[in-house]
């Protein structure tokens, strides 16, 4: 899961430095700038318009041509608008200001009197910041996720979110430890699923009905450390603020892993449709594809 990063101090200090200009604007005036952006992007069919639109059309055939260029459009203006919000997310300590209701809390605390462990997975769904902040607000936790290409970049993120009880471990095999042993401690530890596990690793599983290469990691965890498994999505509401899902995944850890990898799929395609426009659709999803099909984007 883990990868090789460079050094490029120069480049990330204008990465930096836009970031920390971002955080500094208020959101009323940086979100109509990204929703702008977004309609410029789909507009000029830039990348992020053109795989969310592939993803989208294969993902729901039983929608009409408009209602797909309605989600597309939503999808982007989503995904364009929490750009400024993980930069303050980083940089600024106003995130707890935007948690919003929290359903299913309860159950993870019960298991965790109970002598479990709590592996929490979920996908590029509402905002992935809002999430990991709220699990480390209210748990000691411990994070899995896979580092950037600049390791100056690096340094920034995990700083940014280690503001709480956050620990950040890369996927390696250090950091895998780290991520066992904390779920043995009786601790809650997360990572995403929803990512390509890379070309050597992981199955092909259907994915809103289409193969997509999935990470066998999550398996592999719960049958190490006998963990109970949760989803988690922060979904942002009416109100403006982001209510927090924790939903049990309940699924044999003993299943073939193809088995085990659709049924996963299954769990987080069940959120994802309950708001498909707070999806992040421009993920290349189905970039790897099995041997004798032709790729999805061009």
């Given at each position: ?27 009323f005036i940086s979100q109509p700038v990204m929703s702008f952006s977004a309609r410029v992007a789909i507009l000029v069919k830039s990348r992020s318009y053109r795989f969310s639109a ?96 600049y390791q100056e970049m690096d340094d920034i993120i995990c700083k940014g979110r280690c503001k709480n009880t956050t620990v950040m471990v890369p996927g390696d095999a250090k950091g ?119 790729s999805l984007y061009k």
């Amino acid at each position: 899961m883990s990868k090789k990063t460079e050094s490029r101090p120069i480049k990330v200090r204008l990465i930096y430095g836009f970031l920390w200009l971002i955080a500094r604007i208020p959101l009323f005036i940086s979100q109509p700038v990204m929703s702008f952006s977004a309609r410029v992007a789909i507009l000029v069919k830039s990348r992020s318009y053109r795989f969310s639109a592939i993803n989208i059309d294969i993902c729901f055939p039983e929608k009409t041509t408009k209602e797909k260029k309605d989600l597309v459009k939503k999808s982007l203006i989503h995904t364009f608008q929490i750009a400024p919000e993980i930069a303050k997310a980083w940089l600024k300590p106003c995130i707890a200001d935007w948690l919003g209701e929290v359903h299913g809390e309860e159950a993870i605390k019960k298991d965790l009197a109970n002598g479990k462990g709590i592996l929490i997975t979920g996908s590029h769904i509402g905002n992935w910041e809002v999430a990991l902040f709220y699990l480390g607000k209210t748990f000691d936790f411990t994070c899995m996720y896979r580092k950037p290409r600049y390791q100056e970049m690096d340094d920034i993120i995990c700083k940014g979110r280690c503001k709480n009880t956050t620990v950040m471990v890369p996927g390696d095999a250090k950091g895998f430890k780290a991520f066992l042993t904390a779920l043995k401690k009786c601790k809650v530890a997360a990572l995403l699923s929803d990512q390509e596990p890379g070309k050597d690793t992981g199955v092909f599983a259907p994915f809103f009905g289409h193969p997509a290469k999935t990470m066998d990691l999550i398996q592999k965890v719960e049958s190490k450390t006998n963990s109970s498994v949760y989803q988690i999505a922060a979904i942002k509401s009416h109100t403006g603020k982001y209510d927090i899902y924790l939903e049990s995944i309940n699924i044999d850890s003993e299943l073939a892993e193809v088995e085990y990898a659709t049924k996963l799929n299954q769990e987080l395609e069940s959120m994802i449709r309950k708001y498909p426009e707070q999806y992040q659709w421009s993920y290349r999803r189905f970039k790897l594809q099995p041997e004798g099909r032709s790729s999805l984007y061009k």
